[in-house]
């Protein structure tokens, strides 16, 4: 199996899982610490996908840190597969998320001026930490997408 950027059990697959956890752990920071995120179910829903994606990417993290610490190579197909569905559906999660909560955010900013009406919603850290999520889903996606890749190669 040839290994790219972003293989699980590689340093470059650890730094790519520990800014997946670091920008999903900034996404939940910044929108907990957000009076009145919890009144719109689209925030808690990124707030849930984000976390879901912080343990995912902890946890693979783990195995990285595993994996380079013996310095073996394991890739069995079973193995790689459920990291494939798991960055997949984390993925498919996170973009909803991030995509559900964006609308809520320019509908209150641009569609019906909420914010400038409503001055104690911190709209500004609404939209930080969306941005965070989508940094988050991006990273997310491109692992998902060497996972499927390595799938295909096994």
Known sequence: ?????????????????CAQCLF????????????GFSNYT??????????????WSMGISCFDIYTLWTRREIYSPILVSLFAVGDWVTSTLSSAAA??????AVLFVKDTNYCRVNFQ?????????IALAFVAWF???ISSLIMFALLAST
């Open 1 to 17: 199996m040839k290994i790219v950027f972003g293989t699980p059990g590689t340093v470059s697959g650890l730094l790519l899982r």
């Open 24 to 35: 999903a752990g900034a996404s939940i920071g910044i929108m907990a610490a957000a009076v």
């Open 42 to 55: 689209a925030f808690c829903y990124l707030i849930a996908s984000m976390g879901l994606q912080l343990v």
């Open 99 to 104: 995509c559900s909560s964006a609308g809520v």
């Open 121 to 129: 919603l911190p709209c500004g850290r609404y939209g930080l930490s």
């Open 139 to 141: 990273l997310t996606s």
